[in-house]
């Protein structure tokens, strides 16, 4: 069997499918579209023993059937095309009114409901009691009463559903009873001819000049519209729809909602609204968000986790940050897996070559990469707490007005949040944006926000350069992303996408408890995916750095960083472009720039190249030969960028802001062209990544240099080019507009 969960967004929907399928739930994309389709199987157990195994599909959320949005398309379709076998129609209980808008819609369709009250536990606290007996038979549905956040009376409500299932249903619709009786019969007979399923809900979306109604039958369509002119004769035109939705809302606020719900007490203002009174205010809302987001860097990558040091209570070193300690862990547990792998390898008298691949290519690359792995959990969790506890989109309604003047709005801020786990998901989720210049230009401004891939590379490079303040210089280079999306913002309403304008309309979810089940499921999910690329993408890829460091364009085998190995011909050729940015000056920083490239495949690529590039030991002709800046195969790649000298404080800098702004992988570009399907837009967003990745370091790098006897050329041309962008920003249109001499003008005729 097959399930559908039906539901308003923040209903508690994807709780509730997290609660049926656990870790048997996967996540791809509708056909056709990139908006995710999540599915999983539930295991009932009946009393006798037996197991029934039950698909569950998670719609997206929703607040009606009408062709909006594609997440209303999306589930409209499935509903009609892939005929579930019943629809779970989940119903947020402290806002009855909005949710049994969809559920009047829902049960118009030829297929069977039931009805999952959810946060009942919320409305007892709040005073109230909905008696879901007189709601069930309101709506004709089973309604069972749950608390998909605790799990509460879940296996009731799939006993419920498998039950019911077996009944066969008919759509059934309120207009029977309602002023627009007569018409809703006449246009039901019309469709009744067509032998059309689900023809109650067909019959009223035709009613209502449904879009896709209107496209999918002509001649249907052609014997409504005359039915509407013949009832239009004699009485004044009206808007059906708007008639149609102000009739459901009268049924569940006159009829369903009062007899239902019996409420004990006025709690008052709630706690939501409360703490929204400091989180989200006008003033303090911006800087309460700072302060979170500098805590959790602080907690990830702090050496003076409490401060001991900095007040003098400890000497030398403070206590470190959980995420240091754990980090320290994983570099143990590095240096016991290379050395029992070096013994292994020297025992069975395995070749040099084969120990150069295995320790030096292999092991050393993927746990340079594992190494940071607790830092990556951590940051994903604070995110997830943030998130689920309903934080996030007070963040977006605040960031609302800074956004308007730049031509987006909080929704667009809201993939632009999810861009800070990763680019690929938050490129999907600009689809949710109705204008098309928004949505490019969001899509455009993505990259700018550290995903976690990228976080390795600062918790690697950060503490080799700037040991003591790592935390704060961390939450320097996200806030410089945001810095630099809001002035790319600036820029291309100036210039590409001039007259964007934005709505911006957003529920702001009660404030809840985050669930250690669901904030599970979501580190399991990252976690898979971050062993998965491990495993994968950088296992191959520092297997070729090997190859490609040891051997020269004959093949023959070379001694590691030699003139004439392939990786060092390579990066000399391209050197010449990194060379302005400041990283890339010293004759051995080739490493770096092949490290950027290989971080194309993956951000977490840049740091298990420099483990391959920079390690300490290497095999040449059945030799082993020491490195002479650092010794012992036990060094982290921060050690080895440490005693190699490889950064000064601003090339540290300058190379961390062109990691950040540039093409964020493969997987991101290919999402990016399937978002905009255009070439032409393609490969102006590619130009545009790296053109500002260039730009930007190229800009800082040169300026911070004017004081240590930067070169005069380079400090003009850096220069000359700031004053381009502030030119293409700030210059006033001197023409006006033609004016088509419309009355919405307040002013008059002016452009």
Request: hydrophobic share 45%.
């Amino acid at each position: 069997m097959r399930f559908a969960i039906a539901g308003n967004p923040n209903s508690g929907k994807t709780t509730l499918f997290n609660s049926l399928t656990g870790s048997n739930a996967h996540v791809g994309n509708w056909p056709g579209v990139t908006v995710d389709k999540k599915e999983g199987v539930y295991k009932l157990k009946r009393d006798d023993g037996t197991v029934e195994k039950i698909n569950i599909i998670d719609l997206p959320g929703i607040y009606s059937l009408s062709p909006y949005t594609p997440e209303e398309v999306i589930a409209r379709q499935f509903i009609m095309d892939e005929k579930p076998d019943l629809i779970i129609n989940i119903v947020d209980s402290t806002n009855l009114e909005r949710n049994l808008y969809l559920t009047t819609q829902l049960l118009e369709m030829d297929i069977p409901v039931v009805v999952a009250l959810n946060m009942m536990d919320v409305i007892k606290r709040e005073g109230s009691i909905i008696d879901s007996e007189i709601l069930s038979r309101k709506l004709g549905v089973p309604v069972v009463p749950i608390s998909a956040l605790k799990s509460g009376n879940v296996k009731s409500l799939m006993i419920t559903c498998a039950e019911y299932v077996k009944t066969p249903r008919k759509g059934s619709s309120f207009l029977s009873g309602t002023a627009l009786a007569e018409q809703y019969g006449k246009v039901l007979q019309l469709v009744n001819k067509h032998s059309i399923k689900h023809p109650v809900f067909h019959a009223i979306k035709l009613l209502e000049n449904d879009s896709i109604e209107l496209m999918h039958d002509a001649t249907l369509s052609a014997g409504i519209q005359n039915l509407k002119l013949d009832y239009e004769k004699n009485e004044k035109p009206f808007d059906y729809e708007a008639e149609i939705a102000d009739l459901r809302y009268k049924l569940i606020t006159g009829e369903i909602k009062p007899n239902a719900v019996k409420v004990f007490k006025n709690s008052g203002a709630v706690n939501s609204e409360k703490i929204d009174g400091i989180l989200t205010h006008r003033l303090w809302g911006l800087p309460v968000f700072l302060v979170l987001m500098f805590a959790i860097f602080h907690i990830i990558f702090s050496k003076d986790f409490l401060f001991l040091e900095y007040f003098g209570i400890m000497e030398k070193e403070g206590l470190p940050s959980p995420g240091v300690l754990l980090k320290g862990y994983m570099e143990n547990f590095q240096e016991f897996v290379m050395e029992n792998m070096n013994a292994l390898l020297a025992g069975g008298n395995a070749a040099a070559w084969a120990k150069g691949a295995i320790v030096d290519g292999l092991l050393k690359g993927v746990c340079s990469v594992l190494t940071f792995l607790p830092q990556i959990l951590l940051l994903f969790l604070s995110l997830s707490i943030l998130e689920d506890s309903g934080y996030m989109s007070r963040i977006a309604f605040i960031l609302d007005r800074l956004l308007k003047r730049f031509g987006l709005s909080g929704k667009a801020f809201i993939p632009m949040l999810m861009g800070f786990g990763c680019s690929v998901p938050a490129m999907m989720g600009t689809r949710t944006l109705e204008s098309v210049k928004e949505k490019r230009m969001t899509l455009m401004l993505i990259p700018f926000f550290s995903c976690g891939a990228k976080m390795v590379i600062w918790a690697t490079v950060v503490p080799a350069v700037f040991p003591d303040n790592a935390d704060f210089v961390t939450f320097c280079i996200y806030m410089t992303g945001i810095a630099v999306a809001i002035a790319g913002a600036i820029l291309l309403k100036k210039t590409v996408f001039r007259g964007i304008k934005s709505n911006f309309v957003l529920e702001l979810p009660v404030y809840r408890y985050p669930r250690l089940k669901s904030i599970s499921l979501q580190l399991w999910e990252k976690l898979k995916g971050f062993l998965t690329t491990v495993t994968t993408v950088i296992a191959a890829s520092t297997l070729i750095i090997w190859f490609l460091q040891n051997f020269d364009t004959s093949l023959n085998m070379v001694s590691e960083n030699d003139d004439s190995c392939i990786l060092k011909v390579f990066g000399d050729a391209i050197k010449w472009i990194f060379v302005p940015l400041g990283f890339a000056e010293s004759p051995d920083n080739w490493k770096l720039i092949v490290a950027i490239l290989t971080g194309l495949l993956a951000k977490e690529a840049v740091v298990s190249t420099m483990g391959v590039l920079y390690r300490a030991k290497g095999y040449v002709s059945g030799e082993q030969s020491d490195d002479s800046a650092i010794s012992g195969n036990e060094k982290s790649v921060t050690e080895a960028l440490t005693a190699s000298a490889v950064f000064s404080p601003l090339s540290a800098i300058s190379f961390v802001i062109f990691n950040l702004l540039v093409i964020p992988c493969f997987a991101a570009v290919a999402t990016a062209r399937s978002e905009l399907k255009s070439a032409k837009w393609t490969f102006f967003v590619i130009f545009f990544w790296l053109a500002t990745a260039w730009i930007t370091s190229f800009l800082f790098y040169q300026t911070a240099s004017l004081l240590k006897g930067a070169n005069p050329l380079n400090v003009c041309v850096a220069l000359f080019i700031a004053g381009i962008i502030l030119f293409a920003v700030f210059r006033r249109k001197n023409r006006k507009d033609k004016c088509a001499g419309c009355d919405k003008c307040p002013k008059g005729k002016i452009g």
